[in-house]
């Protein structure tokens, strides 16, 4: 072995001292202008393996979503509730989904799939719900997400002390949690479109245990919250008022969705018009729900169906002269609501005639009657049923007699937001109306001040209001008559023997094509008895900067619905080889 090793050192060193003095010989030949050359076409053919190398790169690399980046926009509202059990306007809901996730979400065809939840199973008698918690949900302050979380949300929901919009969707629900991970939910009766409940967002318990039902509309949490969504609140600025004016939301780098934008900046403003101003002058780089006409700048214009259903309902209890069917028929003939489309929305919608949006009842037929027609038409019904013009103009009706006597007035209020185009909406609407002998007084509200000091007591005679109707198309909420006081959403108060068991049978059904079947024949019941004066529907358009991907408008129940894949967003991108892609 040693004489191996021996020769081994010998052999290699011959063969370094001859390749050594071949390299000397040929340093003797070579000029210094030789090496030159040598040396420039060594460093070209090194810049052309670089250039072709990279080329082979540049076109198999596919452009792919980066993190960071910062989008800005702006809302013509002020959040009261970022809370999911008490948000009840369109700024509450569109901050709210995006601090808070539930056990499912809503992805951009409007199916369901898991969110905080890692699956769930379904009973064969369609009554247990049982759902396992996926191991990454956390909240912003990194406590993880529990079954206890989600038992406390959904009591808490359904406790009438709190008043959520939302209890409504848990009655007659009764919750196990089985262990950390897994909680499960029974129904005394089937009801299909239950899955829909699970988007509702969780609130930490630990955060929320010591706040008491009365408490918990007026808490300072509701505007700096902490919840398990995409995005976490990191910033909020106030007026002198101590109005929230900004807010900030930084993308979280731990949970069950991971967004690609850094942050989300929200900025409000007190109109429309000075929204569309800051679009204009590049302070925000998107908004929902303004004119499209005069922008400045390149953007992006987004349009969809809206899932909204714009009506006046009528107050019985407030004003008794909308008990009389013929005089909701009257106004509801007077109304042009064509013009509304054309001169409120720009074309941007489509006029109803009935609870449900138009996507969902097929088309409907243009009214070609003009407005003295219309005029005539509405008159005619009131005085088949008794009415006159009385020497103002203003028609009026005797009931009763002796001492019970009375003359009544078509005199009432309209009370709606003070929104530019609903209040639009409501002149329009006044002006039809009073073409056949109504006194209406206009009241316009601010949109906090109206859910809270008008919606919720019903202190209206008739309230311009829209209606967010679901993808599951479920009219309970908006049309049982066990809804009519708060927090139900029934504000025509309306109460039909027939319509209530049609609509609670139709929860049950879990069949799509019957389920729509079900609930055009609950419309069309609920549009004879004139229960409202249904409008239109707008269509949902969103301005967007052009660099923003990731973004497109599926099925959009509710604005707030553009956010549900708002973690799929990106402004930034990147090239990568195909097999390091995700």
């Not at 007659?172 to 009801?191: A, D, Q, R």
């Not at 969809?304 to 028929?329: D, M």
């Amino acid at each position: 072995m040693a004489s191996l090793r021996a020769f081994l050192r010998a052999f290699l060193k011959n063969r370094t001292t001859r390749s050594l003095q071949k390299l000397e010989a040929v340093s003797v030949v070579l000029k210094p202008s030789d090496w030159l050359v040598i040396g420039f076409f060594g460093v070209l053919m090194a810049f052309s393996t670089a250039s072709m190398l990279a080329s082979i790169s540049l076109a198999l690399a596919v452009e792919v979503p980066a993190r960071g980046g910062t989008y800005t926009e702006g809302l013509a509202e002020s959040p009261r509730f970022i809370n999911p059990l008490l948000a009840i306007s369109d700024t509450d809901r569109d901050l709210t989904v995006l601090v808070f996730s539930g056990l499912l979400r809503a992805k951009q065809d409007g199916s369901l799939a898991p969110d905080l939840a890692e699956s769930y199973t379904i009973s064969d008698d369609q009554l247990t719900y049982t759902f396992t918690l996926n191991d990454r949900a956390r909240f912003h302050d990194g406590t993880p997400v529990t079954a206890e979380d989600v038992a406390f949300t959904v009591e808490a929901a359904g406790n009438p002390n709190i008043k959520s919009p939302r209890q409504a969707d848990w009655e007659g629900v009764s919750i196990t949690v089985v262990n950390p991970k897994t909680i499960s939910f029974t129904l005394k009766s089937p009801y299909a479109p239950f899955l829909e409940n699970m988007t509702l967002g969780i609130l930490p318990k630990h955060i929320w245990k010591n706040v008491t039902p009365e408490e918990f509309p007026f808490s300072t949490i509701n505007a700096n919250p902490i919840g398990s969504g995409p995005y976490k609140v990191t910033d909020l600025k106030r007026n002198s008022s101590g109005i929230p004016t900004e807010y900030r939301f930084t993308g979280v780098s731990e949970g069950t969705r991971i967004p690609y934008i850094q942050q989300f900046i929200f900025k409000i403003y007190a109109n429309g018009d000075d929204l569309k101003n800051a679009l204009n002058k590049g302070e925000v780089d998107g908004a929902h729900s303004i004119l499209t006409t005069n922008l400045v700048g390149a953007h992006a214009i987004n349009e969809a169906v809206l899932g909204r259903v714009f009506s006046v309902f009528f107050n019985q209890s407030q004003n008794k002269i909308f008990a009389e069917t013929a005089v909701r028929k009257a106004l509801n003939t007077a109304v042009d609501k064509d013009a509304l489309v054309s001169t409120v929305l720009r074309g941007h919608g489509s006029v109803i005639d009935g609870p449900l949006p138009p996507d969902s009842i097929g088309n409907i037929v243009k009214d070609q009657r003009s407005s003295d027609t219309r005029v005539a038409e509405a008159q005619a019904i009131l005085v088949k049923a008794g009415w006159k013009a009385g020497e103002d103009g203003i028609f009026i009706k005797t009931v009763g007699s002796g001492k019970k006597k009375e003359v009544q007035r078509l005199s009432f209020s309209l009370s709606t937001s003070n929104v530019p185009e609903l209040k639009r909406t409501a002149e329009l609407v006044a002006e039809d109306w009073k073409k056949i002998g109504a006194e209406v007084e206009l009241k316009f509200f601010d949109q906090n001040d109206l859910n809270v000091g008008v919606i919720r007591p019903r202190k209206y005679d008739a309230l311009l209001f829209g209606l967010v109707v679901g993808r599951d198309l479920d009219l309970f909420a908006f049309w049982h008559s066990s809804q009519r006081n708060d927090p139900g959403l029934n504000i025509a108060l309306y109460a039909n023997v027939e319509a209530d068991k049609k609509l609670t049978a139709l929860r049950t059904l879990a069949d799509p094509s019957l389920r729509l079947e079900r609930a055009r024949s609950i419309a069309k019941d609920i549009t004879n008895d004139t229960a409202a004066v249904f409008l239109y529907t707008p269509y949902f358009v969103y301005v967007t900067p052009k660099n923003l991907g990731g973004m497109t408008l599926g099925t959009i129940a509710n604005p707030s619905d553009r956010f549900n894949t708002a973690d799929n967003w990106y402004l930034k991108t990147e090239r990568i080889w195909p097999i390091f892609r995700k």
